[in-house]
């Protein structure tokens, strides 16, 4: 499925293009699952559209099997089950075929299907870069996860807890709240029902959280600034600006954190990162401490549908593609 020019989801037609040629460091693996999230529609709007080339597959999360190998890969043999995110300027994984620097990917949790993994590498990415790199969250610690029933925010909210850490989050549907409950967040507010700054207050005894995780933006990005502790970590993935953040950061001691999973494949640094944590996630998983949430399958056919849900912003946990089988 492919992106003819940028624009609105009918851009997307099912198209034969060559099948793609791994480099010296890359996997060609055979697309069994691929998943959605936010950064799809971006990219078929035009974001990363420098130099780009029509018409290209997007998909930026993949679960499948090796079929090639370029000399330079160790670790890997024809066959494996791999999971990965595939760069996000070249050719994604709604295809029959993608390749991906064997640096980034992994093998599959073995408890996982290929429909379930295919739910994992971006969001895990992200939420594991934020709180245990960036943040750097301790035990004990209050920390306050956006949209904790998203796809994002369900993966953070399992690593805070894991990492014994005291988590609030914020959800409105009842699909989500369930979610948030079941996976065990401490703390759950219904934002359209009532303020979360006051209830993060009331919460953590006027205090404020010491680590926020944003990954909605806007006026929640905004309003996590009054929410956030003296010597707070504050991490966006959507790089929202803000006037406030300078002043309101500053009385406070408090760091910002741009989170963007990306950059590494995009810049060509420290691509190895992203294999070492898909292999830790991997053994999460497989020890009952990671679980994806699938909250629907669809055919590569009706991808044009799961960009239109996509944009919606309330997708639980993940969209997944089913590709093969």
């Not at 190998?69 to 709604?94: E, K, N, Q, T």
Request: glycine share 10%.
């Amino acid at each position: 499925m492919v992106i003819t020019k940028f624009g609105p989801p009918d851009v997307l037609q099912l198209q034969q293009i060559p099948q793609p040629q791994p480099g010296p460091a890359d996997l060609l693996i055979e697309v069994h699952a691929a998943a959605l999230n936010p950064i799809d529609f971006k990219i078929r709007l035009g974001a990363f559209g420098k130099g780009r080339k029509f018409p290209f597959p997007p998909g930026y999360d993949v679960s499948g099997v090796v079929r090639e190998m370029g000399p330079d890969v160790r670790g890997f043999d024809i066959g494996d089950a791999v999971y990965a995110s595939p760069s996000l300027v070249r050719d994604g994984a709604d295809a029959e075929f993608v390749c991906v620097d064997a640096r980034t990917a992994a093998h599959k949790p073995t408890t996982l299907d290929h429909l379930q993994a295919a739910a994992l590498p971006l969001v895990t990415l992200t939420a594991w870069e934020a709180l245990l790199l960036r943040a750097r969250i301790q035990r004990g610690e209050a920390v306050l996860i956006h949209a904790g029933g998203g796809g994002v925010g369900h993966v953070a909210v399992q690593l805070a807890k894991h990492h014994g850490c005291r988590v609030l989050t914020t959800a409105s549907r009842d699909e989500s709240i369930n979610l948030c409950r079941r996976i065990g967040a401490d703390v759950i507010i219904n934002y359209a029902k009532e303020d979360f700054v006051e209830r993060v207050k009331q919460e953590t005894n006027g205090h404020g959280c010491p680590v926020i995780l944003d990954a909605v933006g806007g006026q929640v990005f905004d309003r996590s600034l009054d929410c956030v502790a003296v010597d707070g970590r504050l991490i966006t993935c959507v790089g929202t600006p803000s006037p406030e953040i300078a002043q309101k950061l500053f009385r406070k001691s408090a760091t910002l954190y741009f989170e963007f999973m990306g950059a590494p494949t995009v810049y060509g640094v420290r691509l190895e990162s992203q294999g070492e944590i898909l292999r830790a996630a991997a053994k999460l998983v497989d020890e009952g401490k990671l679980k994806p949430h699938v909250s629907r399958v669809l055919a590569l056919e009706e991808l044009a549908e799961g960009h239109r849900l996509q944009e919606s912003e309330h997708v639980t946990g993940k969209l997944v593609v089913r590709v093969k089988g």
